[in-house]
Nanobody, 125 residues
Framework: QVQLVESGGGLVQAGGSLRLSCKVS????????VAWYRRPPGKPREFVAN???????NYADSVRSRFVITGANAENTAYLQMNNLKPEDTAVYHC???????????????????WGQGTAVTVSS
């Protein structure tokens, strides 16, 4: 009953910018936490950034001062603004959230932490 879709990836030259979106849909009551991870080619998944419901943001050292994460807005969409991109930022980026939603099935509020399929970012040198 909750779906998450990332978008906004693409091919960009080094030094360029992209904004990734993370859209959560369903009977959403609240999106309380948003995190971004990435999986570079041939490497394990790594943390990029997260933000709490009180707007406290944390960043990996490799992206701090270049990336900005924002929490979910009224349309339940969160963003990752990526500036001054480098070739080493090339990866598939995944969004992960903490969502409180209303379940029509059992008529109760439930908590879930969905992941999206990811959006690919390629930075050329």
């Amino acid at each position: 009953q909750v779906q998450l879709v990332e978008s906004g990836g693409g091919l960009v030259q080094a030094g360029g910018s992209l904004r990734l979106s993370c859209k959560v849909s369903g009977n959403i009551f609240a999106v309380t936490f948003v995190a971004w991870y990435r999986r570079p080619p041939g490497k394990p998944r790594e943390f990029v950034a997260n933000i709490t419901a009180t707007a406290v943001a944390n960043y990996a050292d490799s992206v701090r001062s270049r990336f900005v994460i924002t929490g979910a807005n009224a349309e339940n969409t969160a963003y990752l603004q990526m500036n001054n991109l480098k070739p080493e930022d090339t990866a598939v980026y995944h969004c992960n959230t903490a969502v409180l939603y209303y379940s029509d099935y059992d008529r109760n509020y439930r908590f879930v932490e969905p992941w999206g399929q990811g959006t690919a970012v390629t930075v050329s040198s």
